[in-house]
T-cell receptor, first 112, second 117 residues
Framework: QKEVEQDPGPLSVPEGAIVSLNCTYS??????FMWYRQYSRKGPELLMY????GNKEDGRFTAQVDKSSKYISLFIRDSQPSDSATYLC????????????FGQGTTLQVKP | GAGVSQTPSNKVTEKGKYVELRCDPI?????LYWYRQSLGQGPEFLIY????????DSGLPNDRFFAVRPEGSVSTLKIQRTERGDSAVYLC???????????????FGPGTRLTVL
């Protein structure tokens, strides 16, 4: 079993829809949780990070962490075609090196 | 300012050959990471440098892989006797402060796409 599980999709939604992306994890030692966005043939770009259970909002994006269930989510409101990309969840803090453990990534397509 | 840069952007080699992949981190960043991303997968950790030393190389798959960062800035990932299974995108990331219980953002480069024929 992988430490971090993420449905690869693909997920296709119409413009303006609310998108929900999720990851589950098995290592309770993870301390911080991140969402990266990766466009085709580009490096991952950090979207959101959270350090504890609860919600964090930034514009159209909301990150949610439930440590008791080992479950994290990213919500995108009013989705735009420019949001079409692969979304990667990542977790860290289980050791002392800052290495991140990534999910497989979910491919999202927002259709105009 | 300039981001993380990686060269070459693409590398095609033959099975059994030696390759070197270069990473130029953001100036002043002390921490440097290498990840490998296979098609349809998320990045997989390879090695972490804090300054010049490899603080964690637990992700290197075998002794054909080696990385250096002699002056605490540029890093080179070296792969000996390449195999077809080494084909992937090799990503480099850097962050301002050393890793650990830190939320310092890891800034990724565009990656080097390695193809082993």
């Amino acid at each position: 079993q992988k430490e971090v599980e993420q449905d690869p999709g693909p997920l296709s939604v119409p413009e303006g829809a609310i998108v929900s992306l999720n990851c589950t994890y098995s290592n309770s030692a993870f301390q911080y949780f991140m969402w990266y966005r990766q466009y085709s043939r580009k490096g991952p770009e950090l979207l959101m990070y959270t350090y504890s259970s609860g919600n964090k909002e930034d514009g159209r994006f909301t990150a949610q962490v439930d440590k008791s269930s080992k479950y994290i989510s990213l919500f995108i409101r009013d989705s735009q075609p420019s949001d079409s990309a692969t979304y990667l969840c990542a977790m860290g803090g289980s050791g002392n090196t800052g290495k991140l453990i990534f999910g497989q990534g979910t491919t999202l397509q927002v259709k105009p | 300012g300039a981001g993380v840069s990686q060269t070459p952007s693409n590398k095609v080699t033959e099975k059994g050959k030696y390759v070197e992949l270069r990473c130029d981190p953001i100036s002043g960043h002390t921490a440097l990471y290498w990840y490998r991303q296979s098609l349809g997968q998320g990045p997989e950790f390879l090695i972490y440098f804090q300054g010049t030393g490899a603080a964690d190389d637990s992700g290197l798959p075998n002794d054909r892989f080696f990385a250096v960062r002699p002056e605490g800035s540029v890093s080179t990932l070296k792969i000996q006797r390449t195999e077809r299974g080494d084909s992937a995108v090799y990503l480099c990331a850097s962050s301002l402060r050393p890793g650990g219980l830190s939320t310092d953002t890891q800034y990724f480069g565009p990656g080097t796409r390695l193809t082993v024929l």
